[in-house]
């Protein structure tokens, strides 16, 4: 965050996300239990990254500058990632096959120039666009302003109701050539724009107008807000299973747009208590190790998945006799041997790749010739 003091409640929230996230790539680990963490995980993201934008006043920042940070930050570790998954891949096939097949490497470099992005990637690509559209927002004059977040709104509803026709024409028909290809993968990642867009809005204009609070009844606050936390999920939960969930990933809103909203609303206020609760407990060696995993929750993000982090905690914990079986019971095992697993990349990365996700190479700094006099 540019230097300025890291939130606590902000890191672990990242963190309950990022944990959420890979539990839905555990495949059948998690069994449909977890299925509409699916309608708010990404919204999530996309809120706090607003709040935080917020917090640096990106929006005073010349919007030349603005865009260099943002295509070092997000648009080339999107390049970066996407060759990296691609060589995973090469190899991954040699292994199991001992041949190539060309046509995933085409699909995955179509996704990649449609802006779709290979895998967690369109993510990126979704918020570097998002946040494009913000800055463009905010920057705007007051009667302009007015006319983009509209147009926002009714793009966002317009797209809800294009989710099936898209659909229908691409897996109800066959043979789809390259174009066609590309044309379906660049309608997803336009159409889910203008909903990444409002998510990310809000975030800034949350952070703009709220800071946590710090309680003087920590044991009363932290009690109401883990309670808050959980009434938002069981709401959050029944919304979801009567919409039919939601994932803003495939621009999918579920049955209705006014059940996706209000659900993920919910899921992020869920998160958001929790979080809070957790920093109001004071537990100081507990609340460290989650905010450093959450401050570094794009590297678990870019790496969980594809470099098959989570596979291989998934069967390292396949091979403890107590926790062989699929169960709520071996969801937080196989979490934590994946985050353990994380750490060494995360060094790693930060140490000597940290062009990746968008960091600058440290210089050492000459020393003082007249420190040897």
């Avoid at 204009?205 to 606050?221: C, H, L, M, Q, T």
Wanted: proline share 4%; hydrophobic share 50%; with cysteine.
């Amino acid at each position: 965050m540019g230097g300025k003091k890291r939130i606590e409640e902000i890191d672990i929230a990242r963190f309950i996300g990022i944990c959420l996230v890979a539990l839905q790539h555990s495949g059948n680990l998690h069994g449909k239990n977890l299925d509409f963490v699916m309608i708010f995980i990404m919204p999530l993201f996309l809120t706090l990254s607003g709040y935080t934008s917020a917090l640096v006043k990106e929006r005073t920042i010349p919007f030349k500058t603005f865009l260099a940070k943002k295509t070092r930050v997000l648009a080339l570790p999107y390049v970066y990632f996407t060759f990296i998954y691609i060589i995973i891949n090469f190899l991954y096939q040699l292994k199991n096959t001992g041949s190539i097949d060309f046509s995933i490497t085409k699909e995955m470099i179509i996704k990649a120039l449609s802006f779709y992005g290979c895998s967690v990637l369109w993510f990126l690509s979704a918020l570097f666009f998002s946040d494009l559209i913000v800055q463009g927002l905010l920057r705007a004059a007051k009667k302009l302003r007015l006319l983009i977040f509209t147009a926002l709104v009714i793009l966002s509803v317009t797209a809800h109701f294009l989710t099936n026709p898209v659909a229908d024409w691409w897996y109800l028909t066959e043979g789809h050539s390259y174009f066609e290809m590309y044309l379906f993968y660049l309608i997803n990642a336009v159409m889910r724009l203008p909903m990444c867009s409002l998510y990310l809005f809000a975030g800034y204009f949350a952070g703009s107008v709220f800071r946590y609070p710090r309680s003087k009844n920590k044991i009363r606050d932290v009690i109401l807000h883990f309670i808050y936390g959980a009434v938002c999920y069981a709401l959050c939960y029944l919304l979801a299973v009567i919409n039919d969930g939601g994932n803003l990933a495939t621009f999918y809103y579920g049955k209705h747009l006014y059940f996706y909203i209000p659900a993920s609303v919910l899921g992020i206020a869920g998160t958001l208590f929790i979080s809070h609760a957790l920093v109001l407990t004071g537990f100081t060696q507990i609340i460290k190790p989650l905010t450093y995993l959450g401050e570094n929750s794009l590297i678990i993000l870019l790496t969980h998945l594809d470099f098959y982090l989570l596979y291989a905690a998934v069967l390292l914990t396949s091979n403890i006799p107590v926790l062989s079986f699929h169960g709520i019971t071996r969801m937080p095992m196989v979490l934590a041997v994946m985050m353990l697993i994380e750490v060494p990349f995360i060094i790693l990365i930060k140490k000597w790749f940290p062009f990746l996700i968008g960091r600058k190479i440290k210089k050492d700094l000459p020393s003082d010739p007249g420190s040897k006099k």
